[in-house]
T-cell receptor, first 116, second 113 residues
Framework: EAGVVQSPRYKIIEKKQPVAFWCNPI?????LYWYLQNLGQGPELLIR????????DSQLPKDRFSAERLKGVDSTLKIQPAELGDSAVYLC??????????????FGPGTRLLVL | AQSVTQLGSHVSVSEGALVLLRCNYS??????LFWYVQYPNQGLQLLLK??????LVKGINGFEAEFKKSETSFHLTKPSAHMSDAAEYFC???????????FGAGTRLFVKA
């Protein structure tokens, strides 16, 4: 079974430029998460989707960040414009939502963003 | 609300020695507790989880953790460290049956030959 796929793995951009990250969750997983991981810190939730609905986006900085999961499968996270402080690793995770394992999240390898 | 505190941002052990990574949690509702491991340039991988069944939980790679409600702890142990255990370890908590997971800041484990 393929794991969570993320692309690109690395991205270097100049400040004020836009950037987008893509995530394809494990097949059949209804719940998708985007996390921000700063250096030396644990992941912090940005947004959670149940199918195509964003059910928790309270920590998403909506002035510059946006996300979508139009068909309830893959998802895109966008930053526009990027700031120096956005340099971090962006992790995508998914979970099955089935009883007994809904709480286990499976993580992708992340996208490491560097804003210059 | 939930929170997690991992005691010690860095832990160093010799190969073959006991590994003990400490985690204390705070939760106003029955918690689910997790340990994840992260190797360099990779995502997080689940080591083990507690979901209100047995308090002693066994995970992958010889790790185990014990849920102690009276101490609000969920420490991770392994009897004998291996070089391949060198990684970052994250403790996490969520509300039982819930989806929002709070991660600790992580503990980096170094294993000396």
């Amino acid at each position: 079974e393929a794991g969570v796929v993320q692309s690109p793995r690395y991205k270097i951009i100049e400040k004020k430029q836009p950037v987008a990250f893509w995530c394809n969750p494990i097949s059949g997983h209804n719940t998708l998460y985007w996390y921000l991981q700063n250096l030396g810190q644990g992941p912090e939730l940005l947004i959670r989707y149940e199918n195509e609905e964003a059910v928790d986006d309270s920590q998403l900085p909506k002035d510059r960040f946006s996300a979508e999961r139009l068909k309830g499968v893959d998802s895109t996270l966008k930053i526009q414009p990027a700031e120096l402080g956005d340099s971090a690793v962006y992790l995508c995770a998914s979970s099955s939502g089935t009883s007994g394992d809904q709480e286990t999240q499976y993580f992708g390898p992340g996208t490491r963003l560097l804003v210059l | 609300a939930q929170s997690v505190t991992q005691l010690g941002s860095h832990v160093s052990v010799s190969e073959g020695a006991l590994v003990l990574l400490r985690c204390n949690y705070s939760s106003s509702v029955p918690p689910y507790l997790f340990w994840y491991v992260q190797y360099p340039n990779q995502g997080l991988q689940l080591l083990l989880k507690y979901t209100s069944a047995a308090t002693l939980v066994k995970g992958i790679n010889g790790f185990e953790a014990e849920f102690k409600k009276s101490e609000t702890s969920f420490h991770l142990t392994k009897p004998s460290a291996h070089m391949s255990d060198a990684a970052e370890y994250f403790c996490a908590v969520s509300a039982a049956g819930g989806f929002k997971t709070i991660f600790g800041a992580g503990t980096r484990l170094f294993v000396k030959a």
